[in-house]
């Protein structure tokens, strides 16, 4: 069995092979309902548990047609129904029941140390949802959406990031590296992202620049990418938080200083760090990159199960 934890724990073949399954995937669905089933039918009847400890849309959505496109079942858990939580049961024992049940977990997670216990003790495959530190699911299907959108490798595009320094920023570090993929960030000063992350990009020949100006940041970039500056649960100070980001706003200005042809991604749900008139615009791709999280989720349950040619 194969675990999908972080980005950087999974070779740079698997991730390639990952979003060639799912090209191919996608391609062959042109005339399926959504919910009609692959026609070879790869995960006939395997079971998808997953659990979210924290709120979802997207990846909720998305992983439940994924398996369903593979022929196979979801049951979704929320904690407040286990015993987990209310009943004493330890998240040793919740690994087994889980592990004797399903045949693959995904779970959206507040605690890594949770995500390593389960991991450890679990004997089927463990998806990572969104964790604190990562959002790798997330990441591998934007680097699908963007080679889908530009039509050639992501290794000859430069992606620009601005933003905070959050879980999804880490994965696309960690797949800048993988892909080997020019990375522009930025970001305000104290809010780069932390140096041990930079320092291992860099010693594994990652192509990372930062940036304290947006406009800097994103000139002659083909993807402009973002996320909201408050995340869920985030424990600061807002007001300040937010005027802290007065200045690294995507708007008009930070597009025109990408190239003509530059699109823009928001991993969603969106706050005040994009204007209207850049989201609903023609260069944003924001609904084509939701929808393919089904298809790269699908790659990903293939091959956490060791079906993936």
């Excluded at 042109?30 to 026609?39: A, E, I, M």
């Excluded at 858990?77 to 919740?94: A, F, K, Y």
């Excluded at 980001?245 to 991604?265: E, P, S, Y």
């Amino acid at each position: 069995m194969n675990h999908f934890i972080n980005i950087r724990d999974i070779s740079t073949s698997n991730l390639k092979k990952i979003i060639a399954d799912a090209k191919k995937r996608k391609s062959k669905r042109k005339k399926f309902n959504t919910l009609d089933s692959d026609k070879d039918s790869p995960l006939k009847g395997k079971l998808l548990i997953q659990m979210f400890e924290k709120t979802s849309l997207r990846t909720r959505i998305s992983f439940y047609i994924a398996i369903k496109q593979l022929n196979g079942g979801a049951l979704t858990l929320r904690p407040d129904e286990l015993h987990l939580n209310t009943g004493g049961e330890s998240l040793v024992d919740t690994a087994k029941i889980i592990s004797t049940f399903g045949n693959v977990f995904m779970l959206r997670t507040d605690s890594e140390k949770k995500l390593e216990i389960l991991k450890r003790h679990m004997t089927i495959p463990i998806i990572n949802g969104l964790s604190p530190k990562s959002h790798p699911t997330q990441i591998l299907s934007d680097v699908f959406t963007i080679e889908e959108i530009k039509k050639k490798p992501i290794s000859k595009l430069q992606i620009c990031w601005i933003g905070d320094s959050n879980n999804v920023l880490t994965s696309l570090i960690e797949a800048s590296v993988k892909f080997s993929f020019k990375l522009h960030i930025g970001s305000p000063k104290k809010y780069e992202p932390k140096q041990t992350l930079l320092d291992w990009a860099k010693k594994n020949k990652g192509k990372i620049k930062i940036f304290n100006n947006s406009q800097k940041a994103a000139s002659e970039s083909d993807v402009i990418f973002t996320d909201k500056v408050i995340s869920i649960n985030d424990k600061v100070d807002k007001i300040k938080k937010l005027k802290d980001f007065n200045d690294f706003k995507i708007n008009h200005k930070v597009m025109a200083a990408a190239k003509k042809d530059a699109i823009f991604l928001h991993c969603l749900p969106r706050g005040s760090e994009v204007s209207n008139d850049v989201f609903l615009g023609k260069q944003s791709k924001v609904f084509q990159q939701a929808l393919n999280r089904i298809y790269v989720q699908k790659s990903i349950l293939l091959y956490c199960l060791k079906k993936l040619r």
